[in-house]
């Protein structure tokens, strides 16, 4: 049974609260009145959550200069089928993201932008673009559920959530895939609460949603959708429902958008590409913890405090009424989301944070629905407890970056620890807040907290904590070499980040190869870490050569986890 228009839940939503009007409540009103300026505050604050370091941010090994260097590959070779990393093919993830970067930097090309192919924000546009897209479907997705009030304050949530921030400024397929994720539950909840057809717009938004997910990560979109229409199927002992969404025209759609690229890369890798990306990459996380990725059950759960934030403690103190309020649509419909594919990820070994991503719409859901009814309350048993947990991620910050830029070499980001000061007194405030029975003033000052973190996060301490940007400074050290296109060697450091930064063509050898490398005529350069030095020099003193010394780049490699000593030599 339904439980009723959009209205009406809303009105039934907002009434326990209606007492205790506060500015939070007022501010929210006032931004709701019209579909414009609630769009208007969600963009306004994705930008201020998200831009701080997108553009000095160095490329972050090693996904994300993967997926940029396989794009920039395919615009220097005009072949926008096959995907390769070099001279090796890339067959993990279906081409959709490396489209989006290509046309990404085609377009910064056209507009006279210097060096677009190797300037990393340029390629993570379309992430930024899909993380804002992310943050206004959501308001749109639950406008068919709660009022407009409460769909605000849950995309801004969303937006204001450290992962989503993170993934806004990498070049890679999540922001994008949890973008279509969220068009596509948009679609289905309307289905599910109205059961009448729905409307171009919606019907564009799903299946659209559909073919760029499965273009983007393949089968992920698919089960993040499937998954809830089958718990909801069984909920109901009925699938007539789903008729809504005239699923014989849209899956001739999808069909029609995503099976050329399909049998064009069958055709070009000869069945290889499935056979890998399915045989070995998807099949290879199922059956085991890929690449140093394994973690147990109940992970997610646990990093959720921190991946989420500031929404985690809301959600939290919501779920104790969850089960109470099982039967009711709206809430059926948010578990019917979460819960299944939770599990699935939960179960799968190879566990990475940002796969739960598309999840936190639903989350905000149900947060924000318990904030509105007042189940979202300080008296709740273990509330002020976990509301407390608002305070503990920029404090956490606060306290370790002066002791991280210490043990990078001295340079502690002063200028970082006023903005993260100020983010931590806004979570403090939050915390008051709820203590007061505010959770409405919570949420917004949690949320400002969180935009505020943003700034001294991303937009000043990674500025200045030069030693991880070891890539870009070997770049520039090679680059600054007195002739022309040096073609280049690397021993000891391989990160994906070089090779997208310095060239297509960095060769990669040991100590003594690199000497061997320098011995060939021409403007040749090596980078050379100090645990292959010796090996380097003895090869070049039995070669007879003495390369020139053009300087020492001393950094930290984040994925190695070591400090690392780069000797730049030129070949005389």
Same mark, same amino acid.
């Not at 590409?273 to 690449?291: N, P, R, T, Y």
């Not at 934030?309 to 979460?338: M, Y």
């Given at each position: 049974m339904i439980s009723g228009s959009s209205n009406a839940i809303a009105k039934v939503a907002i009434a326990p609260a209606a007492h205790r009007s506060s500015w939070a409540q007022a501010l929210l009103a006032a931004l709701s009145a019209s579909h414009l300026r609630a769009t208007a505050a969600l963009v306004l604050l994705s930008l201020v959550c998200f831009l701080p370091g997108f553009v000095s941010l160095q490329p972050m090994d090693r996904d994300e200069p993967r997926f940029a260097q396989a794009t920039k590959q395919m615009l220097e070779t005009g072949d926008l089928v096959a995907i390769r990393f070099q001279d090796e093919a890339r067959n993990k993830k279906p081409v959709g993201i490396y489209w989006l970067q290509a046309a990404s930097v085609t377009v910064a090309e056209a507009l006279g932008l210097p060096e677009a192919r190797t300037t990393i924000a340029v390629y993570r546009l379309p992430s930024l673009i899909g993380a804002v897209a992310a943050v206004l479907l959501t308001y749109w997705a639950l406008l068919a559920a709660v009022g407009r009030r409460e769909?605000?304050?849950?995309?801004?949530?969303?937006?204001?959530?450290?992962?989503?921030?993170?993934?806004?400024?990498?070049?890679?397929?999540?922001?994008?895939?949890?973008? =279509?994720?969220?068009?596509?539950?948009?679609?289905?909840?309307? !289905?599910?609460?109205?059961?009448?057809?729905?409307?171009?717009?919606?019907?564009?938004?799903?299946w659209g949603g559909l073919a760029l997910s499965i273009l983007v990560k393949g089968p992920v979109g698919?089960?993040?959708?499937?998954?809830?229409?089958?718990?909801?199927?069984?909920?109901?002992?009925?699938?007539?429902?789903?008729?809504?969404?005239?699923p014989?025209?849209?899956?001739?759609?999808?069909?029609?958008?995503?099976?050329?690229?399909?049998?064009?890369?069958?055709?070009?890798?000869?069945?290889?590409?499935?056979?890998?990306?399915?045989?070995?990459?998807?099949?290879?996380?199922?059956? =085991?913890?890929?690449?140093?990725?394994?973690?147990?059950?109940?992970?997610?759960?646990?990093?959720?405090?921190?991946?989420?934030?500031?929404?985690?403690?809301?959600?939290?103190?919501? =779920?104790?009424?969850?089960?109470?309020?099982?039967?009711?649509?709206?809430?059926?419909?948010?578990?019917?989301?979460?819960l299944p594919a939770w599990l699935v990820f939960e179960l799968v070994p190879t566990k990475l944070p940002h796969y739960v991503l598309p999840l936190f719409p639903a989350l905000a859901l149900l947060a924000v629905r318990g904030i509105a009814t007042g189940d979202v309350s300080p008296r709740r048993w273990g509330a002020l407890a976990g509301a407390a947990l608002l305070v503990l991620?920029?404090?956490?910050?606060?306290?370790?970056?002066?002791?991280?830029?210490?043990?990078?070499?001295?340079?502690?980001?002063?200028?970082?620890?006023?903005?993260?000061?100020?983010?931590?007194?806004?979570?403090?405030?939050?915390?008051?807040?709820?203590?007061?029975?505010?959770?409405?003033?919570?949420?917004?000052?949690?949320?400002? !907290?969180?935009?505020?973190?943003?700034?001294?996060?991303?937009?000043?301490?990674?500025?200045?904590?030069?030693?991880?940007?070891?890539?870009?400074?070997?770049?520039a050290a090679v680059h600054g070499v007195p002739c022309p296109a040096p073609q280049t060697v690397t021993a000891g450091y391989r990160e994906p980040s070089l090779?997208?930064?310095?060239?297509?063509?960095?060769?990669?050898?040991?100590?003594?190869?690199?000497?061997?490398?320098?011995?060939?005529e021409g403007c040749r350069v090596a980078l050379v870490t100090d645990r292959e030095e010796p090996a380097f020099t003895a090869r070049l003193r039995a070669l007879g050569l003495s390369p020139a010394l053009v300087t020492r780049v001393v950094g930290f490699n984040i994925n190695g986890g070591k400090r690392l000593d780069v000797g730049v030599y030129r070949r005389p």
């Open positions: 769909a605000l304050l849950a995309a801004a949530f969303m937006g204001a959530t450290v992962l989503l921030g993170v993934e806004a400024r990498f070049a890679k397929t999540d922001a994008v895939l949890t973008a =279509s994720c969220v068009a596509m539950m948009g679609g289905l909840l309307r !289905a599910h609460l109205r059961r009448t057809p729905l409307s171009r717009g919606a019907l564009a938004l799903f698919p089960m993040i959708v499937a998954l809830p229409a089958l718990a909801l199927t069984l909920r109901e002992r009925s699938g007539r429902w789903l008729l809504a969404l005239k014989l025209l849209g899956f001739a759609v999808v069909l029609l958008l995503v099976l050329p690229w399909f049998i064009a890369i069958a055709v070009e890798t000869r069945g290889a590409f499935f056979a890998e990306a399915i045989g070995k990459d998807m099949l290879g996380k199922v059956g =085991s913890g890929q690449e140093r990725h394994w973690a147990p059950p109940g992970t997610y759960l646990l990093v959720f405090f921190g991946t989420a934030w500031p929404l985690a403690p809301f959600v939290a103190i919501a =779920s104790q009424t969850w089960w109470r309020e099982r039967r009711d649509d709206v809430v059926a419909f948010a578990l019917a989301w979460v991620i920029p404090l956490a910050a606060l306290v370790a970056l002066p002791i991280a830029g210490v043990h990078l070499g001295g340079a502690i980001p002063y200028a970082a620890l006023p903005v993260l000061a100020l983010s931590t007194a806004l979570a403090a405030a939050a915390w008051l807040a709820f203590r007061a029975d505010g959770p409405w003033r919570a949420a917004l000052l949690s949320i400002a !907290a969180a935009a505020i973190f943003a700034v001294g996060l991303f937009g000043t301490a990674q500025r200045l904590l030069t030693a991880l940007k070891l890539s870009p400074r070997l770049a090779v997208f930064l310095v060239g297509t063509d960095l060769a990669m050898a040991d100590g003594a190869g690199a000497a061997d490398f320098l011995a060939h």
